[in-house]
């Protein structure tokens, strides 16, 4: 399953370069400039992916500032004032998120992929070293809990590519995120 965008927009270049382009009618010339175009804008998606995080905390960081600097400027009449406090407000939210948003998001991936590979060298080695039966039975269930559960996300994460069966006995992709109480 592919749930990573970066893997998945390859995938996409892929199919429409080698598959949909070449079978595209060539006297069909809006259809090879609109499938030129979408194939253009996958490519720059995918290159700008991994910058989407940091373009975003800039924004906002300059957002901020600006908030800061316009609320300690401006004056005026009463719905003047009324907007400048919610305006200090908002860039007192701002800069919230702007400390919680400290991690770099590819710092995040890389820790996920480090913490696989070695909760999976500990697995490989629990059984190898030959431990307690106790010990493999604690291991192996907590792996299959693991899987399990990861499995469901990833299958709500591709819901919307129409393969299950049944997507209205998969819970929603917010509450297994923890998401759905945040947003709604």
Do not use: Y
């Not at 996958?42 to 992916?49: F, K, Q």
């Not at 600097?69 to 406090?85: E, K, N």
């Amino acid at each position: 399953m592919m749930v990573r965008p970066d893997t998945q927009l390859r995938t996409i270049i892929r199919a429409m370069t080698e598959v949909v382009l070449p079978a595209v009618d060539p006297a069909n010339q809006m259809a090879q400039e609109q499938a030129r175009v979408v194939v253009g804008t996958l490519l720059l998606m995918a290159e700008r992916l991994p910058l989407q995080f940091q373009f975003d905390r800039d924004e906002l960081q300059r957002l901020t500032d600006f908030a800061e600097q316009l609320a300690g400027v401006a004056s005026g009449g009463p719905r003047t004032s009324d907007l400048i406090i919610r305006l200090a407000a908002d860039a007192r939210a701002g800069r919230d998120v702007l400390e919680r948003a400290k991690a770099d998001p590819a710092e995040l991936v890389d820790t996920v992929r480090q913490l696989r590979a070695v909760a999976g060298a500990v697995v490989d080695t629990v059984f190898a070293d030959d431990a307690a039966a106790s010990c493999r039975d604690a291991v192996w269930h907590a792996v299959l809990t693991m899987s399990r559960d990861q499995l469901l996300r990833e299958r709500a994460w591709v819901l919307p590519q129409g393969f299950e069966q049944d997507p209205s006995s998969l819970p929603s992709l917010d509450s297994l995120l923890g998401t759905a109480a945040a947003t709604g």
